[in-house]
């Protein structure tokens, strides 16, 4: 990035526990082909500043299908989409190896497709996957799986994918790195009266309008997918940060609190976001029943609802359905509460009354200690 580009100003990183960094592809190809470490190794720092200070992170990579022109490098002549999923299946084994040199904590490859994240019992699975991993203090590293994702991977859409890790494990901040400062009134290196942009309160068309189109050879993103991305993460209460990834002192000043780069506020807190789409999607026909002790640690300590205080199930539905929640004694009133559903109405059945240590004993598995967990759960 050129040295005389129109500065951002440094303004306080907004606080977070759990945050999203996106890696374009333009940080990790090295120019005569395949990877380099020069831009990933500030960034794999601030990700170990950011962890010794009790703080998570998901990584989201591109750069697989850059690795592979490495190793085959005639086979990126070709345009045919085989060619190129071929080349990141070639490349992601790189890519991981890539992050994993710079940790000593271990990275966990987890590859995903827009499928898995609109497939509730996908979804779930997912999430859970990824919770477990920050739990067990890995760094896991998050890529579209382009060797079945035909349409994703002619979007180049990991911006977004990006955007749906971290509703999908309820992120406090999305922070995005390329090889461009933030976003600009224009595109600043055509036009030399382009203004950085430090905040967007909203996205409108208007911003929208500031974006260009990809701005690397080797990425298939720009700063019209960041923008899109900001736009989905704010809808789920999730703030966007864009910030130049080749900056080391950027990186150094983020670690300690401070950015500059462009800041996309959301309208609603993350837990607020959550609980609103909640209580207003469309839920499937069917309920689980609760007994009177259950509904008030619902309802006023805000608690998991546990298979200890089923009494029942009506209808049919599956993991990852979100249903009503109903009181036993009140099968008129309205709803108590909805949420997503951890286990079938077959398996709540089954659970029912009985303690969570015993879900796997009873059902053979275990996919939670509740039958809805409280962050996916919402009173009325």
């Not at 998901?58 to 022109?69: F, K, W």
């Not at 190129?84 to 987890?110: H, T």
């Not at 309008?209 to 993103?221: D, L, R």
């Amino acid at each position: 990035m050129t040295t005389s580009l129109p500065a951002f100003t440094q303004q306080p990183l907004p606080p977070w526990k759990r945050a999203v960094l996106k890696v374009g592809s333009s940080l990790l190809a090295a120019p005569g082909g395949g990877l380099t470490p020069r831009h990933a190794l500030a960034l794999a720092q601030f990700v170990s500043s950011s962890r010794q200070a009790g703080r998570e992170v998901v990584i989201v990579s591109s750069g697989a299908v850059a690795a592979g022109r490495a190793i085959l490098p005639k086979a990126a002549s070709g345009g045919a989409m085989a060619a190129r999923q071929a080349l990141a299946a070639l490349g992601q084994a790189q890519l991981i190896g890539l992050w994993q040199r710079f940790f000593e904590r271990p990275v966990a490859q987890v590859l995903l497709t827009h499928d898995d994240l609109r497939n509730r019992r996908r979804y779930l699975n997912a999430r859970a996957t990824l919770l477990e991993l920050l739990r067990l203090d890995t760094i896991p590293v998050v890529n579209e799986n382009d060797t079945v994702s035909v349409d994703e991977l002619k979007l180049g859409d990991n911006d977004n994918l990006a955007a749906f890790v971290a509703a999908l494990v309820d992120a406090d901040l999305l922070l995005i790195a390329s090889d461009v400062p933030g976003l600009y009134t224009s595109n600043p290196r055509t036009d030399p009266t382009a203004q950085p942009v430090d905040e967007v309160a909203e996205i409108t068309e208007a911003v929208l309008a500031m974006a260009g189109g990809a701005g690397s050879a080797v990425g298939t993103g720009g700063m019209a997918t960041k923008l899109q991305a900001a736009a989905k993460a704010a809808s789920a209460g999730i703030q966007t940060v864009l910030f130049d990834g080749t900056d080391a002192d950027a990186l150094r000043a983020m670690a300690h609190g401070a950015m500059r780069g462009t800041r996309v506020h959301a309208g609603l807190s993350r837990l607020a976001a959550r609980k609103h789409w909640l209580r207003h999607a469309p839920s499937v026909p069917g309920a689980v029943l609760v007994d009177a002790g259950a509904a008030r640690a619902l309802a006023q300590k805000g608690a998991s609802l546990l298979p200890g205080g089923v009494v029942g199930v009506e209808g049919d539905f599956a993991r990852g359905d979100i249903v009503d929640i109903r009181i036993d004694e009140d099968a008129v009133a309205e709803p108590l509460a909805r949420g997503i559903v951890q286990y079938s109405a077959r398996d709540i059945r089954r659970i029912a009354r009985r303690h969570s240590r015993e879900i796997a004993d009873i059902l053979g598995y275990c996919y939670d200690d509740a039958v809805v967990h409280r962050d996916d759960l919402a009173v009325r």
